[in-house]
């Protein structure tokens, strides 16, 4: 059974102790690949180190997170697009608007979030979307972006019914991740009613740990639990939730 973990942030100071162990129980439990989407300047060179050292496993995004974006984002931009030039990424994310923490800097993040669209376009690769209290704002500028060249998946995806309709109407994917373990989350009920050919899998480790470990930090591996969740809620085999997911992966980050 192969799993890819389609969002993990991995090279985070969180898996400063035991990375390389993480990562290697990760592989040896089924996750074979692990997406790494940037967050900025500041963990980069942890980002790159992490897919160098794994670079058949944990393979690296570029773009810069929506709470990363302050007065001096242009700074920030200049990298992601260099780094696009260069090439060697899989996506551009993790990009967005983030409207939960801080609203100081929301013109800001919308000019990021569509310039990182654009780029997405021209260079042919699909966008992880980071969507914390913001998805009314999003989906407009997602939809005035919408091509043929554009292609991704609204990460961590806990919205309702409807905006997953919408989603799904504009032929982008959703990440579904440890939220779907919580009591009462409420996604359980909506992803009943998204198509298997929507669907990802993701941690966002360190963060949003699944039951039965939540509280503690996240990793790759717990994907597992995660699968095995959304199989419940879907009504069939882990074994179909590992192989349709996995091939959603393959086909929306062109990974084989």
Avoid at 19 to 25: A, G, I, K, L
Avoid at 127 to 139: G, N
Avoid at 144 to 167: M, N, P, Q, R, Y
Avoid at 248 to 253: E, M, P, V
Wanted: charged fraction near 25%.
């Amino acid at each position: 059974m192969i799993l890819v973990d389609t969002h993990t942030h991995l090279y985070l100071e969180n898996f400063s102790d035991d990375r390389n162990e993480v990562v290697q129980n990760a592989i040896k439990q089924g996750v074979y690949l692990m997406l790494l989407p940037a967050i900025d300047i500041s963990s980069f060179d942890s980002m790159k180190e992490l897919s160098a050292n794994f670079p058949n496993n944990c393979l690296p995004m570029i773009g810069l997170h929506p709470t990363s974006v302050k007065d001096d984002y242009e700074k920030e931009m200049q990298l992601v697009e260099e780094q696009l030039a260069i090439g060697g990424y899989i996506a551009v994310g993790e990009i967005g608007i983030d409207l939960y923490w801080d609203k100081t800097h929301f013109e800001q993040q919308k000019d990021a979030f569509r310039r990182q669209l654009k780029l997405a376009k021209k260079y042919h690769l699909p966008v992880a979307i980071h969507t914390r209290d913001s998805f009314k704002e999003i989906y407009p500028i997602v939809v005035d972006e919408l091509t043929e060249e554009l292609t991704g998946v609204f990460h961590c995806f806990t919205g309702s019914i409807e905006e997953a309709k919408k989603i799904m109407d504009i032929g982008l994917m959703m990440g579904i991740g440890g939220i779907i373990t919580f009591k009462n989350s409420g996604l359980s009920e909506v992803v009943q009613t998204i198509p298997f050919e929507n669907l990802l899998l993701e941690t966002d480790a360190p963060f949003l740990t699944p039951a039965p470990f939540r509280g503690k930090r996240n990793q790759s591996a717990y994907l597992n639990y995660i699968a095995n969740k959304l199989a419940e809620v879907k009504g069939v085999s882990t074994e179909y939730i590992a192989e349709i997911t996995t091939h959603n992966a393959n086909k929306l980050f062109k990974l084989i």
